[in-house]
């Protein structure tokens, strides 16, 4: 075989590889993480913002007397809490969705731990003059779960339903047992989702318009819970709510 031959096989085996990928997932992942990074900055702007503003009249001694002084003083302080809720919230989160939190999956009893966050939330309550109702269910039930994340999980529902609940009103904690599956469920008399609101709670940095007076709150609460129950526990969260009425967050797991 000459030269010629060769070339020509050699041609004959040239191919073309068309490597195509739909990058219309990669695009959309590219906006959210922007949106992302621009509503974390607008965020942290805001209180440091102030807290720099205070600062400075602080510094140019415009605060005339000592109520003044400490006036400006609380609203540094809240504004840097602010911040720290913020970043710990941020930094959870992080940590979760990058899986470097360390998770540990063992069987344990889901009461016990319901009722440990149930304890947490019992001097909130007091302060607010709301009954929180302890609706646990008597029989056994049996989860694998990591007991820091699902415990995380349950104080957040209840803190929220206290947070967005006028004071006065009830809170129930319940959990229950549906053939192989295991319902918690925190319940609230308080000032309850449109529709609408409902499917955008889980979104990070979401906080309904017209609640934001009631409560400070930093929007990561909800993904954080949604992250535990369905990515650690492959588990399920819903919520049902009706404006002024109340809401009833609920998250189910499998029984073992
Ligand atoms: P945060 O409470 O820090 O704002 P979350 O992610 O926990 O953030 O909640 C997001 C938003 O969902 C809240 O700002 C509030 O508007 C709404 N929300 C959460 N829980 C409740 C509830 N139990 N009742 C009414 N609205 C709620």
Redesign the pocket.
């Known amino acids: 075989s000459g030269p010629a031959e060769v070339v020509g096989e050699r041609a004959t085996n040239h191919g073309a590889v068309a490597v195509m990928a739909d990058i219309s997932g990669l695009k959309a992942i590219q906006k959210r993480n922007a949106e992302f990074v621009s509503s974390v900055s607008h965020e942290m702007k805001t209180p440091l913002a102030s807290i720099k503003a205070y600062v400075e009249l602080l510094a140019d001694g415009d605060a005339e007397d000592e109520d003044t002084k400490d006036e400006f003083f609380r609203i540094i302080n809240g504004q840097a809490d602010r911040l720290q809720r913020l970043i710990e919230n941020l930094l959870n989160l992080a940590r979760i969705e990058a899986g470097v939190v360390q998770v540990n999956k063992v069987p344990l009893s889901v009461n016990p731990l319901l009722q440990e966050a149930y304890d947490v939330l019992v001097p909130a309550a007091e302060q607010k003059n709301m009954k929180l109702v302890n609706e646990l269910s008597p029989l056994y039930l049996g989860v694998l779960a990591d007991r820091d994340t699902l415990l995380q999980a349950a104080i ?1 529902l209840l803190s ?2 206290l ?3 006028p004071v006065g009103g009830t809170v129930f904690l319940r959990s229950r047992l549906n053939e192989d599956e295991i319902i918690i469920e925190v319940q ?1 008399t ?4 449109s529709p609408e ?1 409902c499917q955008k ?1 889980f979104e990070k940095f ?3 318009k017209k ?2 007076d009631m ?1 400070p ?7 954080l819970v949604k992250h535990i129950v369905e990515d650690i526990h492959g588990g399920k969260i819903e919520v049902e ?1 009706e404006v002024c009425k109340g ?1 009833t ?1 609920r998250f189910i797991l499998p029984s073992v």
């Open positions: 957040n929220n339903a947070k967005y609940t609230d308080g000032v309850g989702l609101d709670v979401y906080r309904v609640d934001k409560a709150g930093t929007g990561l609460g909800l993904p709510s809401s967050f």
